[in-house]
């Protein structure tokens, strides 16, 4: 039977949803600104709108509420919901064989094939997440069970169409054959605190109290290995508590979404003003020759693109901001579009005679350039400029887009000279491919993999040998180059259904492949180049400026050749800025899990086990991007193993505090504590003679409520062995919780200046993770997000997860369901495979270099009281008090950080 009270009909919502079905972690893998007149506009309101309307939650009469599903009318209401992989329903549904009252009760029997986790739903009504709210059922697991399972809530955040899943308490893997009460309360409290935080992130422009919260269903999660059976009987599932009557809830959920709505609405006719005036402009762009009439219409074809898509999301009725972020690039390269550019090729064309057009390209940028695209954002033959301090490596790039085939293309590099006659060696300028291959899924925006197969082509890799990674556009497929001894072999890496040994699979997830079945290695340098007729080809350029470099001006040529014959140049100018860029005042890390292994000398493919010479060449390419300290997972059981992995860290430039993720488990402190602290202090002691002054050890991932709060006497264990804690949490619960004895958080989401005082008040750190993950593709989002953005909201450290982490085939994007690999860079045999995404990381951590030297500059300049220097001081002062306010969104950050560092000179 089933009865239910106190439930209202809700009003029909689409129920399209983007769920967080992935807790993506290091530990399992499993803006515009408002314009003045609108703020005058918006005051107004406020000062004509009862107060009772602006209140983020109005106070509401709460009511009685009481669900029971005792499973005796014999109907299911369960329903199958998500999984991460194929499983088999052995037996689901009412039965007799087991009770706990009455004569039936519902039995799950599940064999999880090849994935790990699977959901179910408990058909439902939606329930305002409003006042208080009680769980309990009565559970059994059956005899053959070999798995576990949890309870916990889907909550939907309307009328976002976005929501999340609450788990509560630990997985039930066995109940001894006796019935067990599970219960809970807490679903509200999470859902207007964690998951409303969640909710924000994902959505534009959308504050915490203009959306509503409401509990979808509750749902039943089965857990375990692959091959795992989980058997499991529920009765008596009842819910209790006191919530607000529905058709009040309903007319609040309005007036909380009315800001929010209208401010959407404005920006939907700002971008659609946009279109329509590019259209105008290139309708009025006739008479040209065929190239130039091949590119006005590429960009035809992406303004209709675009204007579909805005027709799309005005219908929803409001914006992911991962659809903000994939569209604005392509907004503002019609924004200062300039229809002269399309005469202006053909007069290029007219006067250079090249079998292809090339084009100088903001390396950092948000717009995907594909290979179809004719018409590519940046100056046509504008040349590269790139401005460096002494030692750093600054990128440029440019594409060329081919006429006709280019087949052999190679390039030739001159030296990097001053009118002063310094010399840059050729050598200290690397030419790379930007490839483009398809990806699964969120790719450019986020690393969940949709359960629609879905593949989209993205600029990612970055090569010296092109073929390495073919691509069959037709068929959408990627394949790889493998070196072995007896010649190159061909692997399709993007096979959903990839298969390998059992025993390669250090979780469900992970494989970790032999390297000798899998030796995939890049070339040295870049490799002649193929650019087919009618597409174009990026290409991607670091210059190393030495650290002895004088300050100055240097120019060179790349020089492009066709069967050894010169066509065309490009041409390169460094300007080389007269002072050092210190260490970022933030503590710069990535969560890094790649270790030494005794039973794995030589390494693997994978994001785990390498050899000393994969782990000395990623080492040196996280310090080269300026990752100064990544988080480390060397276990300490093998202290052999684990001294030479801190030897190898010293080696590779790395200094400061030690951050061990798992090197000592502080979950055993309860049952070893003297044990487990003398480990702690071993620890730290061996770190000492490594010259590392302080170590931090990690606490359970992402914890809350209990498991969170039962971590104090570890962590007091910790601090009393001379140790510190860091770990993954989110804002508001582990600062009320644990804020007075957590040393570090890492915070999911974005950063928040009132959340980093809090920490601040404690003298204890707040750095910032998931904002995103790693292997979203889209460089500009990490030079915002983990760049100036920290700086901007006081932050004292970056740490995302992760440097690279396989969900499968970590070359393969397309073997999890649920999650793609989030691949900062990409393991070889013998090095490292960068991307633009990881490019753009080093840019944000520069800005926040040279944000570092400004800041000093001016205390200097406070403390030497030079009256000469006093107007520039001021101008100082005023730029940086400004860049602290500023809407990054709206701003270009290679023309802030030009600022910068010209204050910064007029200083020194």
């Not at 990026?538 to 100055?552: I, N, Q, S």
């Not at 989030?822 to 520069?846: C, H, K, L």
Request: neutral net charge.
């Amino acid at each position: 039977m089933t009865t239910t009270k106190h439930l209202n009909s809700l009003p029909s919502f689409p129920r399209m949803r983007k769920s967080i079905r992935c807790s993506l972690n290091p530990l399992r893998p499993s803006a515009f600104s408002l314009q003045p007149k609108i703020i005058l506009l918006l005051a107004a309101l406020f000062l004509l709108t009862p107060m009772s309307l602006l209140q983020s939650a109005d106070p509401l009469e709460l009511k009685p509420y009481e669900y029971v599903e005792d499973f005796e009318s014999g109907k299911d209401p369960v329903q199958p919901w998500i999984s991460h992989g194929k499983y088999t329903i052995n037996f689901k549904g009412v039965t007799e064989e087991k009770v706990f009252s009455g004569k039936k009760s519902y039995k799950l029997d599940v064999t999880l094939d090849n994935t790990a986790l699977v959901y179910f739903k408990i058909k439902f009504p939606l329930l305002p997440a409003q006042g208080r709210l009680h769980f309990e059922t009565q559970v059994l697991t059956g005899e053959k069970n070999t798995g576990s399972c949890a309870f916990g809530y889907n909550l939907n955040y309307e009328p976002t169409v976005r929501d999340c899943i609450w788990n509560f308490k630990n997985p039930i893997k066995t109940t001894d054959g006796k019935w067990l009460l599970e219960q809970n309360e807490g679903p509200i409290d999470y859902a207007n605190n964690a998951g409303l935080m969640t909710v924000t992130k994902y959505v534009w422009g959308v504050q915490k109290e203009e959306v509503s919260p409401f509990i979808e269903s509750p749902i039943i999660v089965l857990k375990g290995g692959r091959g795992a059976r989980v058997v499991v009987y529920l009765d008596d599932i009842r819910l209790t508590g006191m919530l607000p009557p529905l058709d009040t809830y309903k007319a609040q959920m309005a007036r909380r979404w009315q800001p929010a709505r209208e401010k959407f609405e404005r920006l939907m006719e700002s971008w659609t003003a946009i279109v329509s005036r590019a259209k105008s402009s290139l309708d009025k762009q006739r008479e040209l020759s065929k190239t130039a009439a091949m590119m006005k219409q590429s960009a035809e074809k992406k303004l209709a693109a675009l204007e579909d898509e805005i027709k799309e999301i005005q219908k929803k009725g409001f914006l992911f901001n991962e659809k903000k972020s994939e569209q604005a690039p392509i907004l503002e390269f019609f924004e200062q579009f300039d229809p002269s550019t399309l005469s202006t090729v053909d007069q290029y064309l007219a006067k250079e005679k090249t079998p292809f057009i090339p084009y100088s390209i903001p390396p950092i940028t948000g717009l995907k350039i594909l290979p179809s695209d004719a018409l590519l954002p940046g100056a046509l033959n504008g040349g590269l400029r790139v401005t460096a301090c002494p030692d750093t490596r600054e990128p440029a790039s440019f594409a060329l887009f081919a006429l006709e085939n280019l087949n052999d293309l190679q390039f030739q590099m001159t030296e990097l000279k001053s009118a002063q006659g310094n010399i840059i060696p050729a050598s200290q300028v690397d030419i790379r491919v930007n490839k483009r291959w398809y990806q699964a899924g969120g790719a450019w925006q986020s690393v969940d993999n949709p359960k629609i197969a879905k593949r989209e082509l993205v600029p990612e890799l970055l090569l010296h040998d092109d073929a390495l990674v073919q691509v069959d556009y037709r068929e959408e497929k990627n394949y790889l180059n493998l070196s072995f001894p007896e010649g190159a072999k061909r692997r399709w890496i993007s096979d959903p259904d990839e298969k390998w040994p059992a025993n390669y699979y250090i979780n469900p997830h992970s494989v970790l492949i032999p390297i000798n079945e899998f030796p995939v290695k890049d070339a040295p340098r870049l490799q002649p180049v193929n650019i087919p007729a009618n597409t174009n080809k990026r290409f991607w350029v670091t210059v190393h400026t030495p650290a002895d470099a004088k300050p100055g001006v240097y120019e060179a040529e790349i020089i492009p050749t066709l069967a050894g014959k010169k066509a065309g140049a490009i041409h390169l100018r460094l300007e080389v800025l007269p002072f050092n860029l210190p260490n970022p005042y933030y503590t710069s890390s990535i969560y890094y899990s790649s270790t030494l292994h005794e039973k794995h000398p030589h390494g693997s493919i994978s994001s785990t086990y390498r050899s000393e010479e994969q782990i000395r060449a990623e080492m040196r390419n996280m310090v080269e991007h300026g990752v100064t300290n990544p988080a480390c997972y060397q276990p300490f059981s093998n202290k052999v193993l684990f001294e030479r992995y801190l030897q190898l860290r010293k080696e590779a430039g790395i200094k400061g505090p030690l951050y061990t993720v798992s090197s000592v488990d502080l979950t055993s402190y309860s049952k070893h504590p003297g044990e487990t602290k003398a480990r702690i202090q071993e620890l730290i002691s061996l770190a000492r003679q490594y010259d590392i002054p302080e170590v931090y050890f990690y606490g359970i991932d992402e914890a809350t409520g209990e498991k969170l709060n039962a971590q104090r006497e570890a962590w007091q264990a910790v601090h009393e062995a001379g140790g510190k804690i860091f770990v993954a949490g989110y804002r508001q619960i582990n600062f009320e919780a644990v804020g007075d004895i957590q040393d570090v958080l890492v915070c999911c989401g974005p950063p928040n200046r009132e959340e980093a005082a809090q920490w601040h008040g404690k003298k204890h750190k707040i750095w910032c993770y998931f904002n995103p993950q790693g292997g979203v593709e889209n460089p500009l989002v990490y030079r915002k997000n983990y760049g100036l953005l920290l700086w901007q909201n006081d932050y004292d450290g970056a740490c995302t997860w992760a440097y690279n982490w396989s969900m499968g085939n970590i070359w393969n994007d397309f073997d999890n369901k649920a999650c793609r690999d989030p691949n900062m860079a990409y393991p070889t045999v013998d090095g490292v495979i960068d991307t633009i995404a990881w490019e753009g990381y080093r840019a944000g951590i520069d800005d926040v270099r040279y944000v570092t030297a400004l800041t000093a500059a001016i205390e200097a300049a406070r403390t030497a009281n030079n009256p000469k220097k006093a107007k520039q001081l001021a101008a100082a002062e005023n730029f940086l008090k400004n860049l602290k306010q500023c809407d990054l969104d709206r701003e270009n950050l290679d023309s802030l950080r030009r600022q910068i560092a010209d204050h910064i000179m007029q200083l020194n």
